[in-house]
């Protein structure tokens, strides 16, 4: 029996998520407490989190491939005949 493999997206999400509480959590912490070595260790895990969110980014080959679309069409309007030009 094959393992289902996670949804990169969905754990890219949850570690962007935490990235951002831990940093949230961690200046609260150090504003209340007024010191940053105590906290230290949460702005680490704060960036752990963007290190494995940077790490888990879309790898080409799984994208789906979209034609490009078409240009869009303008419409260019004629000058009317026997109207002054505009300076």
């Known amino acids: 029996m094959k393992t289902p493999t996670p949804d990169r997206g969905l754990l890219r999400t949850v570690a962007f998520s935490l990235a951002v509480v831990f940093l949230i959590i961690g200046m ?15 702005f680490m895990l704060s960036a752990v989190c ?11 080959g799984d994208l789906p491939s979209t ?8 419409k260019a309007g004629k000058p009317k005949p026997g109207g002054k030009a505009r300076r």
């Open 50 to 60: 963007l290190l494995v969110y940077r790490q888990l980014r879309p790898v080409p």
């Open 67 to 74: 034609p490009p679309s078409p240009p869009a069409r303008t």
């Open 28 to 42: 609260y912490q150090t504003v209340l407490e007024n010191s940053l070595p105590r906290n230290y260790w949460l």
